[in-house]
């Protein structure tokens, strides 16, 4: 379940528990948690629409856009200023507007209000109504009303142009007179957003401008909390009876209600998790008792205020239904004394709505007890998403108890920590999981066990892996930036396993100075007795130990003002080559490198310097060793009057050259690959570019010109070599363009036509002062995967004696792939003369609402050439090569035909192409089936792919993915899926085929659903194949 989920489905629960025990509890100022150095904005909204109903919105939670100590900012046509009832007030009529931080405010006419009783040197309450064109703006959002009213709050003082105030009354003023009934209801209901933040430190808050005067009024007190009774059905009045108990101190007056009673309480800040969320809440029973203050009641007619100090307790019995928003509460009896914050319900349940997955969340309990403002206490309860009298499954405990008391080591208030006696996960009325206690945060499911699967294939045998939570299972109490999982699994041809992960990301201070810092690190151990299979040559392998396994460790501080520091650590036991590759093979072809390394670098401006120490503590990779390494990089530094640019690229470091140690099994093929000799040494370069761009008619022209110098110690043979560089060229574009307004075909989805085409070219002519094959390879240019596979390319593709041109560094030179100043492999360059010539088109038309529609690409198309004057040295004999394409028809929203190729005209050069059809359905999946060939020398493969995702109905996913070699006319694989999408859970049944490791395998796994399935449900997006969901 993803943390935020959990996190806003916590609060909701807790907000709830709270608002059954404290709906008519505390009456004071709302409270905010910071985060980050911010405060949260108190999540409710209220909006009145032109027909005067009042809606209330749902509640959300952002960043603040506006803090207390930021000034408040008036602005209209028109201004009047004058006292009403001892409160400041301002009308302000014509392109009135109010900003406040990121908070702006306009209207056609404002009323602004000053609340009295508050200390001037302290914050300060500005109601502001405002009425036509009514635009409220954030950082997020842009929203326009009719009329409405929010609250604001500010420490300085509001500014105002002197030219424009008057000092004159206008509360005749049908506006005004509207604006102050407003306020008045929406001190015993909701309003439309409050900022509310600490205070900030004195002397920092900024202080109107020169040219401003301050808006000086009274202060005054917030409006308590509201009663009002009403019958519980119409035409039925309840009966009401009301009277002094002798013999009390104070007096104390007994108000009994039955026939069915409906207590409406406004303005009730409810207190979830820290955050204070102002609210209406609507009471219903069959019978109800009040007990309170006989001095502090001025009568029933209309309703009585209580504030925070007013003895106050109620009694509710018979069909108690509590409601707020979309939230729902339900018992038998209730008890609440608000001034003490103690509470009981009988036989209660809590529904909520949680939208991120379109399901209610229930919890039931036969006792729900409030013990004190933040500890709460469930009796013999459950929870679960079922909606089902009888749910299908549900977490249950004897006991459950919520605490929300401050962290005894930072002092902060926590997400609230929860602690179940006794805790049983059933499945249709069956335990399946007991545990006698269990406890831990809120935001985190108190199941330890998040995920479990199952599965049997012919390499690991059967398999049992599984997922802990380890603050849960050890009962810890983390921030919520940090993450600690353990894996326990094990496998029947292999041996059992276990591993963690740790994951952070937070803010720390450094040096005195906020950092973000973030990072992962992972173990694994595993006591393997089996042999690993890594494809069709390599199956059967021994390695070095049973013991088998890895640390990885990767973090990054992020310190202000451009600095950075990257560190990284990567160990495998026992030089275990093929350890990566057989247990985390996704991760091993796609992932990064693993290194052992730390980066110190810091950006200014263009202008960037690093510094980085990197050592090998595994042979079983190509790595060099710098001890250290220095680079200055300056890019696009304009000279003469921004006539000309400048960027240059410096480094020196000593590197150490560690070439991969052959493995000990003969049967895993390995050829050393010749770039990478054993020498070290200093290593030192500087490459600098000048340009002169230039506008010639239509067309960018920009002459360039390149150099370097670079030394190494030891060069490919070990001794002192050094190189000198230069390369001269031009860039080149130009771009036509035509445009068909008229165009107009639905079938083809065509709304206009527009094409639009760009020649360019790149002309360089570069020598080198020495040959690529007298150095050596210092920097890599590959992902260990990439070399691994041409270790064994060399010889189980070409027996040994592989042609010029699969060598990847003569390929990297010809495409001039590390020819540029921010080239991380430097050494890749040589003699070579070339002209690149592109010629790229974009038919784009329409789509969209008449009044803003949207441009979008319908077709593209991108050739490339280069020309190789001199072909004999550059080309393999070939005046042209390196013939790309690449096109995309977008037919539709969903379906794309996509193609590409790159051709090599000369002997044995390569030649790939692909084409295939994609077509995605957000709500019912998607389906792609193309044709792939790869022919480089004797190398020739032809592979037709497919693969399919489906929603066959609301029930049943499936999904299927294919490979067929049609050039060998053989298979290569399949996978399929059929998931059973149930009330409370996915239940997977997959197999799949893999010719190459001759592995057949079956897997079933069980993952918790919760909610419906709508088309943007993340976990059936994943299942669909859908992109972006």
Not at 88 to 117: K, P
Request: aromatic share 10%.
């Amino acid at each position: 379940m993803p943390r935020s989920f959990r996190v806003k489905l916590c609060l909701a629960v807790l907000g709830l528990v709270a608002l059954a025990t404290q709906a008519l509890g505390q009456s004071r100022p709302a409270r905010t948690l910071g985060v980050g150095g911010h405060s949260a904005a108190i999540p409710q909204a209220t909006v009145r629409p032109a027909s005067g109903h009042q809606i209330t919105t749902p509640e959300y939670q952002e960043t603040p856009a506006a803090h207390a100590g930021d000034p408040i900012e008036l602005q209209a046509d028109q201004g009047w200023s004058w006292e009403e009832g001892g409160e400041g007030a301002l009308y302000l009529h014509g392109r009135c507007r109010i900003s406040q931080g990121r908070l702006n405010l306009s209207a056609n006419e404002m009323v602004v209000i000053r609340e009295a009783g508050a200390d001037p040197a302290d914050e300060t309450r500005y109601f502001v109504y405002m009425e036509g064109d009514v635009v409220i703006e954030r950082p997020t959002s842009r929203d326009p009303y009719g009329f409405a009213s929010i609250t604001l709050v500010s420490r300085p003082d509001p500014s105002f142009p002197k030219t424009s105030l008057v000092q004159s009354s206008m509360a005749d003023r049908p506006i005004v007179k509207r604006a102050f009934q407003n306020r008045k209801r929406q001190r015993t209901g909701v309003e439309l957003t409050q900022f509310v933040v600490p205070a900030s430190p004195p002397g920092t808050a900024p202080q109107p401008g020169s040219g401003a005067i301050p808006l000086q009024i009274a202060p005054g007190p917030i409006g308590p909390r509201h009663v009002t009774i009403n019958p519980r059905t119409i035409g039925q009045d309840p009966v009401i009876r009301g009277g002094i108990v002798p013999n009390t101190a104070p007096p104390e007056y007994v108000i009994t209600v039955t026939r069915g009673v409906n207590l409406v309480v406004d303005n009730v800040p409810i207190n979830a998790a820290g955050q204070a969320i102002y609210t209406r809440i609507d009471l219903t029973a069959d019978r109800a008792v009040i007990w309170t203050d006989a001095n502090r009641l001025d009568g029933l007619g209309g309703g009585f205020d209580v504030d925070e100090t007013t003895p106050f307790q109620v009694y509710l019995e018979g069909n108690i239904v509590i409601r707020q928003g979309t939230n729902e509460i339900t018992a038998t009896n209730a008890f609440y004394d608000i001034r003490e914050r103690r509470g009981l319900m009988m036989n209660a349940e809590v529904k909520t709505f949680v939208p991120e997955y379109d399901a209610t969340l229930r919890l039931r309990a036969d006792t729900l007890r409030q013990q004190s403002e933040n500890k709460f206490h469930a009796k013999n309860a459950f929870v679960t998403t079922s909606e089902f009298g009888q749910p299908g499954y549900r977490l249950e405990a004897g006991e459950i108890f919520v605490d929300n008391e401050p962290n005894p080591f930072t002092g902060k208030r926590q997400s609230p920590y929860v602690s179940a006696v006794n805790p049983r996960v059933y499945i249709e009325n069956v335990p399946v999981l007991a545990l006698p206690s269990i406890s831990g945060p809120a935001d985190e499911s108190l199941i330890p066990i998040r995920r479990a699967k199952v599965g049997s294939d012919s390499i690991n045998g059967v398999s049992v892996e599984t997922l802990w939570n380890v603050e849960t299972l050890l009962g810890l109490n983390f921030e919520d930036d940090i993450d600690w999982t353990l894996e326990l699994d094990g496998y029947t041809k292999r041996g059992p396993a276990i591993g963690t992960r740790f994951e952070y990301d937070r803010v720390v201070p450094i040096f005195g100075v906020p950092s973000r810092v973030f990072g992962n690190a992972r173990a694994r151990y595993i006591n393997d007795s089996g042999l690993d299979n890594l494809g069709l040559d390599r199956r059967d392998l021994a390695f070095p130990d049973a013991n088998r396994g890895k640390v990885d460790w990767g973090q990054r501080i992020e310190f202000p003002f451009g600095t950075t520091l990257t560190t990284e650590l990567a160990y495998v036991l026992n030089n275990d080559r093929n350890f990566y590759e057989q247990w985390y093979e996704n991760d091993f072809d796609t992932g990064k490198d693993k290194e052992t390394q730390a980066t110190l670098s810091h950006t200014y401006d263009n202008l960037t310097a690093s510094i980085m120490v990197r050592d090998r503590l595994n042979n079983i990779f190509d790595q060099t060793s710098w001890l250290p390494k220095a680079d200055l990089t300056l890019l696009g530094q304009p000279l003469l009057g921004d006539y000309l640019n400048w960027s240059s690229h410096t480094s020196v470091g000593y590197g150490h050259i560690k070439p991969a140690q052959p493995p000990t099994n003969p049967q895993d093929v390995f050829t050393p690959l010749p770039y990478f000799p054993d020498v070290e040494g200093l290593v030192a370069m500087t490459r600098h570019e000048v340009s002169l761009p230039l506008n010639v008619g239509p067309a960018k022209v920009v002459p360039y010109a390149l150099g370097e110098a670079a030394f190494w110690e030891q060069g490919q043979n070990g001794d002192a070599i050094d190189r000198f560089y230069g390369s001269l060229g031009v860039r080149a574009s130009v771009e036509f363009w035509k445009a068909y307004p008229n165009l107009y075909n639905p079938i083809l989805g065509l709304n206009g036509l527009a094409h639009k085409m760009v020649f360019d070219v790149d002309y360089s002519y570069s020598e080198s002062s020495r040959g690529i094959g007298q150095i050596a390879q210092y920097n890599e240019f590959d992902d260990d995967a990439q070399e691994r596979f041409r270790e064994r390319l060399f010889t189980n593709s070409f027996n040994g004696m592989p042609p010029a041109f699969v060598d990847p560094r003569s390929y990297a030179i010809r495409s001039g792939a590390q020819r540029s100043v921010t080239a991380m492999s430097p050494e890749l360059v040589d003699d070579l003369h070339v002209a690149t010539f592109g010629w790229r088109h974009r038919l784009q038309t329409k789509e969209g609402s008449p009044a803003g529609p949207r441009t979008k690409d319908w077709m593209t198309l991108d050739l490339e050439m280069s020309v190789f004057p001199n072909a004999n040295r550059d080309n393999f004999g070939e005046t042209f090569g390196l013939i790309t394409g690449r096109y995309a028809w977008y037919v539709g929203e969903r379906t794309s035909f996509l193609a590409s190729g790159v051709w090599d005209p000369f002997v044995g050069g390569q030649r790939l192409w692909n084409a295939g059809i994609l077509s995605q359905r957000s709500t019912r999946g998607s389906v792609y089936v193309g044709f792939r060939q790869i022919e480089v020398g004797e190398v020739q493969t032809q592979l037709l792919v497919g693969s399919m995702s489906y929603r066959m109905s609301d029930k049943w996913v499936s999904t299927l993915g294919t490979s067929f070699d049609v050039a060998e006319g053989i298979d290569r694989g399949q996978t399929a899926t059929l998931t059973r999408i149930g009330e409370y859970m996915l239940f997977h049944l997959g197999i799949g085929y893999d010719r190459s490791r001759n592995n057949f395998g079956v897997g079933i796994s069980i993952e918790p659903k919760f909610g419906s399935y709508a088309g943007g449900s993340t976990q059936l997006s994943s299942l669909l194949g859908i992109q972006g969901y």
